[in-house]
Nanobody
Framework: VQLVESGGGLVQTGGSLTLSCTAS????????VGWYRQTPGNERELVAI???????NYGEPVQGRFTISRVNAENTVYLQMISLKPEDTAVYYC??????????????WGQGTQVTVSS
């Protein structure tokens, strides 16, 4: 299963961006999707996840500002980001987990998209 992200870019403090991630391949089921981010020298951290039952969980730094959503028919997950801060600057990665058409488990990552928030 392949994931392709888009929507990153440069934005001023207080601005907004929406990231998208589309999955393709032999997908039988997507159980969970998520967004993570990473800055140089640091570990990848959770931004937001959404389970197949619609439950969501957010990293503390983004609670109340970011929203994860999913369009099942399009195999696409979105991350809406508002009130962006310079500390949100990072490479954002999409993740999806589930089963392929041959019922093999997959745990796929996108290539990452850069988000830069200027002060």
């Amino acid at each position: 299963v392949q994931l392709v992200e888009s929507g990153g870019g440069l934005v001023q403090t207080g601005g907004s961006l929406t990231l998208s991630c589309t999955a393709s391949g032999s997908i039988y089921r997507i159980n969970g999707v998520g967004w993570y981010r990473q800055t140089p020298g640091n570990e990848r951290e959770l931004v937001a996840i959404r389970n197949s039952d619609g439950g969501t969980n957010y990293g503390e730094p983004v609670q109340g500002r970011f929203t994860i959503s999913r369009v099942n028919a399009e195999n696409t997950v979105y991350l809406q980001m508002i009130s962006l801060k310079p500390e949100d600057t990072a490479v954002y990665y999409c993740n999806a987990r589930g089963y392929e058409s041959n019922f093999q488990v997959y745990d796929s990552w996108g290539q990452g998209t850069q988000v830069t928030v200027s002060s």
